[in-house]
């Protein structure tokens, strides 16, 4: 519809000739008037994804590999930011002076992390042309030629743990609106679902053919609905750029100001059960795996869980980087006989693989997993299937020890708890040491 006869322009902007315009007959009209113009990159729309690859990094930069989502109406130092599609708690972000860092959720927006680009100039860090840098632990950064951030297909990423819903303006269509939790492992036609965490009979699933709709769960995944998102393209309804309609009750009608967007995890309430699950596991490590209830207290700034046949044994944050199924004695320390070395608001949100204690070393559980159950549960739907997508492999990187200490010192703390829980006609306390963070 538009052209510009110009062969001799490296670039569109670059041309000093007029622009002409299709009239819809086979005839070209010039358009004087008509320029294509550079502007300045902060006019674009930040990407929905990008991906931090291009070189092999080792030790705790490693984690931070991977893609990364657009942390959608967050800014920080002025800049958007990014959130890893995997590890909730690491981050891309500007430190408001000379670099963009890939750095711990503690640590956002400041002049530190595990990766650096001294890019200032750029307003996301994938239109950078300069390499990054990986810092080695002991306060030297390492220059890495080949590590590049660039912008990703964001239906590559796995689907948002949380949705909001908002802005819809029919009477039906509000009863759709709020917070939603991805029900993970489970499908709707092949995609992604989520319910509402307000209202528990309402959820965001693929009709099959052709749109997204917010619909009861007596609809689920058939073409009905009270808001419904025509794009069958994007493989999340958080991803599309079309606008939403709502059902007035005998027409759709277009939703100008109703979005659907990915949102922290942190604002999702914690699960009332969870359970550690995988194949048997040697020693006391062993004993910590089964069902876990949510208790009445925080932990660190985090929810607890107690595990149900065993009142002396928890599932609780450290406080720093890990969480830790542990004896009561140790409830909230740097210890325990299982670990996750991540800071995730509750462990089931986490991808990364779980370690265990196991003659007096950390061992990774590649199999073991943190479930949460469904209150209430889940819908016999015949349109609601377990997923045949296998889950991302997480892979438990080698970590400089947050705390230094022997075997001899770390078996010795497992003694004395183990003399603690005896002496109150336990079965044996937690040990180990903890290891990662930033």
Known sequence: WLQLLDSSAATPNMSKIPWDSADGNGKWSKQPNLKCLAVDNTELPPPKAIILDGEPVIGTAANYIGLYRLAEGKLVNGRPCYR??????????????????????????????????????????????????TADGAGKWDKKPNLKCREADPSTMPPASALVLSGATEAKAQDCLGLYRLIKGYEVNGRPCWRSVRRSDRWIAFNGENAWNAQSEASLGQKRGWLQLLDSNVSTPDLSKTQW??????????????????VDTAQLPPPPLIELAGPPIAGNAGA???????????????PAFQKTDREDRWLAFNGDNAWNAQSA??????KGWIQLLDSVPTPDQSSIGWEAWIESKWQAQ???????????PLPCSELLVVSTKPPPVAKVQEMPPLIKRSDSELLEDANKDAAKDAAKGGAGGAGGGNGGGE
């Open 288 to 302: 910590c795996l089964g069902s876990y209830r949510l208790a009445d207290r925080d932990v660190n700034g985090r």
């Open 366 to 376: 590649p199999r073991l997993q943190c479930i949460a159950t469904h209150d209430p």
């Open 245 to 262: 309609e709502a059902w007035d009750g005998s027409n759709w009608v277009r939703q100008d100001a109703c979005t659907c967007v990915s």
């Open 329 to 334: 004695a140790s409830l909230g320390e740097k």
């Open 84 to 133: 890893h599609a995997e590890r909730p708690t690491h981050w891309v972000a500007y430190n408001g002076t000379s670099a963009w860092n890939a750095q711990s959720e503690a640590s956002l927006g400041q002049s530190r992390g595990w990766m650096q680009l001294l890019d200032s100039s750029c307003h996301t860090p994938d239109v950078s042309l300069l390499s990054w840098e």
